[in-house]
């Protein structure tokens, strides 16, 4: 830490989370909603994920979907997993949306039959080791797409008890008719009390719409989520949970932050000129994953065994595994963002 080297801080983008070119709205061949229709709660309340894990299930035509879904996987710590039409390639929106139409007409005119949903890629998921399942999907003629109906028929009863929220995306129309396809398809889902819904033209919003959605639901984890950030370095990702301290609160003020950071000893990387409140003590035992401020303006990330000077710890990486590999022998460009 004795060394004073130059070091550069970037702003990093934050995700990059951009939305495709919304889609114009099809003519509508069913009464369509304007509004978003005010949630149907069942008289529910919303229940807490706990400490069970959530999948975020979603299909995306022409990006919206995708792009909420990696916004809300910045958020919250969840799996994912995407439903992929079985035939690739299909512009559902050709000819006045021909495709995307007959195939929401099959579904509503016999939605019993598995023979009216279209084929979708197979999936490999261990339904029970979630307790909350997040669907994101598009609106196609006022209904849920047709591909993530058709993952809900096949599954939806191995969701029955837990834990169901509903995302929706939509050029204009009210998201009511997909919340009801929701339901017939998941009758034993436990809904939040209100579903999202995001117009094409939001869908650049979509980090803060998702993450205020998400924490009004489940306030309790609001806390919990906002200390966590990830730590990338040679293409590893790395979870970390910031100190809920003066010096924590001021580093995830500067997020996300990208710091091209020094080799020392064998065992850090440090990069000056990140100014924190400090509050120094003595640390005899550093482990690899220690987030440190040393000085007030340095900022340390230990990948080895250390000790015996003052720091103030700014956080510690949950798994450091990997973590000296991913740093490397030399300087290494690191990146810190909130989740
Ligand atoms: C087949 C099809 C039908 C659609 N029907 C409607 C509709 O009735 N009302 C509407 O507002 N948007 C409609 N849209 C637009 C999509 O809901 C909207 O662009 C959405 O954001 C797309 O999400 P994605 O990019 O994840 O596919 C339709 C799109 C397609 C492809």
Wanted: hydrophobic residues 40%.
């Amino acid at each position: 830490m004795k060394l004073f080297r130059l070091c550069l801080i970037g702003l990093a983008a934050l995700c990059s989370c951009s939305a495709d070119q919304n889609p114009e709205k099809p003519e509508e061949k069913t009464p369509v909603q304007t509004e978003p229709a005010k949630p149907d709660d069942g008289g529910q309340t919303n229940p807490e994920p706990a400490s069970s894990k959530t999948l975020v299930i979603w299909y995306s035509f022409t990006g919206n979907s995708k792009a909420i879904a990696s916004a809300l996987l910045t958020h919250i710590e969840a799996d994912a997993v995407e439903v992929k039409p079985a035939e690739e390639g299909l512009d559902y929106a050709a000819n006045n949306y021909a495709i995307g139409s007959s195939l929401i007409s099959a579904i509503r005119s016999n939605p019993s039959s598995a023979a009216s949903y279209p084929a979708i890629k197979d999936v490999d998921v261990d339904f029970d080791a979630y307790g909350t399942f997040i669907v994101v999907a598009p609106l196609w003629w006022s209904q849920m797409a047709a591909p993530m109906q058709s993952f809900l028929f096949k599954f939806g009863e191995k969701m029955a008890g837990k834990t169901i929220g509903l995302i929706v995306t939509s050029a204009s129309s009210g998201i009511s008719s997909v919340e009801e396809d929701a339901k017939r398809l998941i009758p034993q889902g436990k809904f939040l009390s209100e579903s999202l819904w995001i117009r094409s033209a939001q869908v650049g919003n979509a980090t803060k719409l998702t993450a205020d959605w998400y924490d009004k639901l489940f306030p309790s984890q609001k806390e919990q989520n906002s200390m966590k950030i990830t730590i990338t370095a040679g293409g590893n990702a790395f979870a970390a949970e910031i100190e809920d301290s003066e010096t924590g609160h001021a580093f995830l003020a500067k997020l996300p932050l990208t710091l091209e950071m020094s080799e020392l000893n064998g065992n850090e990387k440090y990069c000056y000129g990140v100014s924190l409140p400090k509050n120094d003590k003595r640390y005899d035992s550093i482990v690899a994953g220690d987030l440190m401020l040393y000085s007030g303006d340095c900022v340390v990330l230990f990948y080895g065994n250390a000790g015996g000077y003052s720091y103030t710890r700014i956080g510690r990486i949950t798994d450091a595994t990997g973590l000296a590999t991913a740093l490397g022998k030399g300087s290494a460009s690191v990146k810190f963002e909130k989740r």
